[in-house]
């Protein structure tokens, strides 16, 4: 199964259950992705957030119930997730411009979002440069942020608090290393410790060392992968952000690679190149 097969099928699960409890980690599962890869991909091939498309057809299909059957606001309200009649009217009212009592009239304009279907789409002759890498397992030491994101965003605040101190340190700690020299951002999709969730992500600024890790610092050890390697070039961030969507959004779907559990790095080259780091496997 590819890429869009599996993300169609984890949209068939989100549908089946809109009227029902919805496990996203079933969906991601079922997409063969990490919850926070799947919410990710979803987010960048959509244009939308999952949540967001979760509500939009909940309040969908909750208005055609309402319009073409006799029943209770409360009664849908709590079908479709709400665990009242004004937090369901507040939503409702948000997306149709007009109340759940309304529906039945025969002027009344509702909004509908249908069902979304994930295809290949042609987009012109755009070119995307990468590498492949077959690394060895490395170490690195470097500070360490927690976060719980939510509908694919990530806004890491690590990178706002360090001092020139704290990444003069970093740079007396690092050892030489051909693909991944100077400090790193990586991404690790699950966390480990007493912090372990799996909504949670570790997020680290560091190098690679064969050093221990100081007390007020974090030690993580990175397995043999092959790793796909972009370049980002351009004004950034948004040459960073604009390559991110394009590896999601035009690159898994084409190349017979998925994602597989490992850190995700970042490196920066200088101010208009950065390398992405993305460890994967053939489908």
Not at 121 to 133: A, L, N, P, T
Not at 164 to 188: C, H, W
Not at 194 to 200: L, N, R
């Amino acid at each position: 199964m590819d890429t869009l097969d599996s993300m169609n099928a984890a949209i068939d699960y989100i549908e089946e259950h809109l009227d029902k409890e919805l496990d996203y980690q079933q969906a991601a599962r079922i997409a063969c992705f990490s919850e926070h890869h799947f919410k990710r991909m979803f987010s960048f091939l959509s244009g939308v957030p999952l949540s967001e498309y979760v509500r939009r057809r909940r309040l969908t299909l909750a208005a055609l119930e309402l319009r073409d059957h006799n029943k209770k606001v409360i009664d849908v309200a709590l079908k479709y997730g709400y665990q009242s009649p004004d937090s369901f009217s507040r939503a409702f009212q948000e997306l149709h411009h007009t109340l759940p009592s309304t529906v039945k009239h025969a002027r009344v304009t509702l909004k509908a979002y249908p069902r979304i279907t994930f295809q290949l789409s042609i987009k012109g002759d755009v070119e995307m440069k990468y590498r492949f890498v077959e690394k060895n397992a490395f170490k690195t030491v470097g500070y360490k942020e927690i976060m719980h994101p939510e509908n694919g965003d990530f806004n890491p605040t690590l990178w706002n608090t360090l001092t020139d101190a704290d990444y003069r340190k970093l740079q007396t700690l690092e050892r030489e290393d051909t693909d991944l020299s100077g400090v790193l951002n990586i991404t690790v999709n699950t966390c480990h410790g007493p912090e372990k969730s799996e909504e949670a992500l570790e997020y680290y600024i560091a190098v690679v060392t064969n050093q221990p890790a100081p007390n007020d610092l974090a030690a993580l050890e990175i397995s043999k992968h092959l790793w796909a390697v972009f370049d980002a070039e351009g004004k950034m961030p948004d040459a960073l952000t604009n390559t991110w969507s394009r590896i999601y959004t035009d690159w898994f779907p084409t190349s017979g690679y998925e994602l597989t559990e490992a850190p995700e790095i970042v490196k920066s080259i200088d101010d208009t190149k950065t390398e992405i780091w993305i460890p994967v496997r053939k489908r």
